[in-house]
């Protein structure tokens, strides 16, 4: 008994003596900041934000065809409003409505850098209209904010990089690297005709970047328990897209004499299997540098649980999402109360985690659900991205601006769910990140695709001058 006790003893001082190694071994990533001035904006920036909000380039769906109107009237806006980018820089037009300007930079041996942003918005509910601030599409200015549909997705950031180089070109500004400023129109509808033909355009114009960097990242306040600083949350890489249908095919009858497994009773449960069957959570990249550069700014007890995720995983890893999500979002069967329909569908959306593919979710869905269910892929369907690397130079260089502009600001790696454009660029460049400095909250995140969509002014103001010093560090 004594030996068992002895070893007891011995194995929690091992236990504990990893635990505290571990911990201490989990210094501080962040960049040392150089901070920089504010620079010089009139609140004419505003007004050409509002104005750009007013123009409606809604993507409705993959098969709807654009309001030429209202994209070709942006973009006469947008020459009239930058008229130095439009004389300094190339412009080419693909699939008549997405854009590429190219900044020629003065050193050809160096690698481009694309920076990228979307002209297109989501539609806003007809029913939710009268609870916004302003009409969506007034760009109505107050003291604070500028209102809007695309104020924060994502007209915020390309009238932003407009704005910084208008003022770069003014001061005359001339970049060694040469730069391309990206903007697709379809990005809320898959990036079909937009982003995945400008990919393919600047493949084959031999096009092969340093660093593209898009939306999908921010800075969280207050939204991580513990950490009182700003989380720079810059996104190395993204989940896949898939929607698979599940369809239920019976003899149907009458309701009063129903069989023992009627249509939707049927579909009923393959749903309700799939949620109690769900992915595995993983340790994958780049969620593993993500409780590296986290972990380190945590409160003691929450460090030593991130810097030991082999024994504390579960909880850490559900915490951050860390794998393949299922979510029913459509369900259609039936026709009259007294009728047992003869077909009943769902439609079942994956956010797919690295490492994991659209067959691969398949293949689960097929196994999980009844042999009575057919399952068949819909719609527009993506594999999880690469992953970008922590350790490159751009990846330091974009931490660095981040820091400079924001001193108190955390940088931390992540992986966003959501999808963007960007993933379509990994062929043409080293290294892809999503990040612009837009100021996320519990409040604000609901208003992306949401009611009352609004930028601050200050934060406005952030957008343009972090992309203003990127280009600068860069070159």
Do not use: C
Not at 134 to 145: R, V
Not at 362 to 391: C, F, M, Q, W, Y
Not at 433 to 446: G, H, K, Q, V
């Amino acid at each position: 008994m004594k030996k068992l006790f002895l070893g007891l003893i011995i194995a929690i001082v091992i236990l504990v003596s990893i635990l505290l190694f571990n911990t201490f071994q989990l210094s501080s990533k962040q960049v040392a900041p150089e901070p920089v001035g504010k620079l010089e904006l009139s609140d004419s920036v505003f007004q050409n934000l509002s104005k750009a909000i007013q123009f409606q380039t809604i993507s409705y769906s993959e098969d709807a065809i654009p309001d030429s109107a209202a994209f070709l009237g942006f973009h006469r806006f947008l020459e009239e409003t930058f008229p130095l980018t439009h004389a300094k820089l190339t412009l080419e037009k693909i699939s008549e409505y997405s854009l590429i300007y190219k900044w020629e930079g003065s050193d050809p041996s160096k690698k481009p850098i694309i920076l990228m942003s979307h002209q297109d918005v989501v539609p806003v509910d007809e029913p939710t209209l009268g609870d916004w601030e302003a009409p969506p599409f007034e760009g109505k200015i107050t003291d604070t904010h500028i209102i809007g549909r695309g104020t924060m997705d994502d007209k915020g950031t390309l009238i932003g990089l407009l704005e910084a180089v208008e003022k770069l070109l003014s001061e005359s500004f001339v970049p060694t690297r040469t730069i391309y400023l990206v903007s697709g129109h379809d990005e809320e509808v898959g990036g079909a005709n937009g982003a995945v033909k400008i990919a393919a355009y600047l493949k084959e114009k031999g096009v092969q970047a340093a660093m593209t960097i898009d939306e999908g990242g921010y800075i969280a306040e207050n939204m991580i328990p513990g950490v009182d600083k700003p989380i720079a949350i810059v996104n190395l890489a993204e989940k896949g897209f898939a929607s698979f249908r599940l369809i239920v095919e019976t003899n149907g009858g009458h309701s009063s004499a129903p069989p023992r497994e009627n249509t939707i009773g049927i579909l009923a449960q393959a749903i309700v299997d799939l949620e109690n069957n769900q992915l595995p959570y993983k340790m994958v990249k780049p969620i593993d540098d993500q409780l590296e550069y986290l972990g380190a700014e945590l409160p003691f007890f929450t460090k030593l649980a991130f810097a030991n995720p082999w024994l504390f995983k579960k909880p850490i890893l559900e915490s951050l999402n860390a794998h393949t999500t299922t979510a029913p979002t459509i369900i259609d069967g039936g026709m009259k109360n007294n009728v047992i329909p003869t077909v009943a569908e769902a439609t079942v959306n994956f956010r797919i985690l690295p490492g994991e593919t659209i067959e691969s979710v398949k293949a689960h869905i097929e196994e999980t659900v009844s042999d009575k269910v057919r399952v068949e892929a819909v719609g527009h369907l993506t594999n999880p991205s690469p992953v970008s690397s922590v350790e490159s130079e751009a990846f330091q260089i974009l931490a660095k601006t981040i820091r400079n502009q924001n001193p108190e600001a955390l940088v931390v790696p992540g992986l966003v769910g959501g999808g963007t454009d960007a993933r379509n660029f990994y062929q043409i460049s080293d290294e892809v990140y999503r990040f612009y400095p837009m100021r996320i909250n519990a409040e604000s995140m609901t208003r992306f695709h949401g009611i009352d969509e609004k930028i601050s002014k200050e934060n406005y103001k952030e957008i343009i001058e972090f992309s203003y010093h990127l280009i600068k560090n860069f070159n």
